[in-house]
């Protein structure tokens, strides 16, 4: 398999650990949103969308990282980042939520350029405006995880789920955009957690071929 992405994206990120929590092995195709690579016509033919991450199959183009992060747990499903239980894999999925819907959007790269040349944003701005959205996804997130009182060293239970497959991309991007996160001690200790692991260390933007 291929997968097409970009070391500092966060779905890209998000994806990457979702894989090697699997155990599955791609072929690394860097695609370089700072000269705006994935807006040519050679990325457009993989993935429409312009969008990373893409994760050729072999069979077919996959794209949008919900999408296949479900694929990836419908087809191999152990290890498995959800919990068998269905209030349970829903709540694993509102935390994921948290992150996929309400805070990575408004703070991916196409909105920030957006606010830079067309509101005349400058850095100090674009900061003050992830650090918003930031605050306020992780602020639900921390009250979920704390009011948990089954939780274990992860967002959920002893093992990675979904949720922190989401999360730990989300505190690497808020360190990136000079976010206090001392506030957050619980969100904090599930990423030592999640740092210990392998899976965590080898996706992290700083140790991706195109991160030079």
Same mark, same amino acid.
């Given at each position: 398999?291929?997968?097409?992405?970009?070391?500092?994206?966060?779905?890209?990120?998000?994806?990457?650990?979702?894989?090697?929590?699997?155990?599955?092995?791609?072929?690394?195709?860097?695609?370089?949103?700072?000269?705006? /690579?994935?807006?040519?016509?050679?990325?457009?033919?993989?993935?429409?969308?312009?969008?990373?991450?893409?994760?050729?199959?072999?069979?077919?183009?996959?794209?949008?990282?919900?999408?296949?992060? +479900?694929?990836?747990?419908?087809?191999?499903?152990?290890?498995?980042?959800?919990?068998? +239980?269905?209030?349970?894999?829903?709540?694993?999925?509102?935390?994921?939520?948290?992150?996929?819907?309400?805070?990575?959007?408004?703070?991916?790269?196409?909105?920030? /350029?957006?606010?830079?040349?067309?509101?005349?944003?400058?850095?100090?701005?674009?900061?003050?405006?992830?650090?918003?959205?930031?605050?306020?996804?992780?602020?639900?997130?921390?009250?979920?995880?704390?009011?948990?009182?089954?939780?274990?060293?992860?967002?959920?239970?002893?093992?990675?789920?979904?949720?922190?497959?989401?999360?730990?991309?989300?505190? /690497?991007?808020?360190?990136?955009?000079?976010?206090?996160?001392?506030?957050?001690?619980?969100?904090?200790?599930?990423?030592?957690?999640?740092?210990?692991? +392998?899976?965590?260390?080898?996706?992290?933007?700083?140790?991706?071929?195109?991160?030079?």
């Amino acid at each position: 398999m291929k997968l097409y992405n970009f070391f500092r994206s966060g779905t890209s990120h998000r994806l990457r650990i979702a894989l090697n929590l699997k155990g599955i092995a791609t072929d690394y195709v860097a695609v370089d949103l700072r000269v705006e /690579e994935h807006l040519k016509d050679a990325f457009k033919a993989v993935n429409p969308q312009q969008l990373v991450p893409a994760l050729d199959t072999g069979e077919q183009v996959l794209i949008q990282s919900p999408a296949i992060i +479900e694929w990836l747990e419908e087809k191999y499903p152990t290890p498995a980042l959800l919990p068998t +239980e269905v209030n349970q894999r829903a709540h694993v999925r509102a935390l994921a939520a948290i992150v996929g819907c309400d805070i990575h959007p408004i703070n991916n790269r196409r909105i920030l /350029e957006t606010l830079r040349k067309q509101f005349g944003a400058n850095e100090e701005a674009v900061n003050a405006w992830c650090a918003t959205w930031i605050s306020a996804g992780f602020d639900a997130y921390e009250a979920l995880i704390a009011a948990d009182t089954q939780r274990g060293r992860f967002s959920f239970g002893d093992t990675p789920t979904v949720a922190d497959v989401y999360l730990i991309p989300q505190v /690497e991007s808020a360190r990136r955009f000079k976010v206090d996160l001392t506030q957050w001690p619980h969100i904090m200790a599930v990423e030592k957690a999640c740092m210990t692991l +392998e899976a965590f260390q080898k996706a992290a933007p700083g140790q991706q071929p195109d991160a030079g």
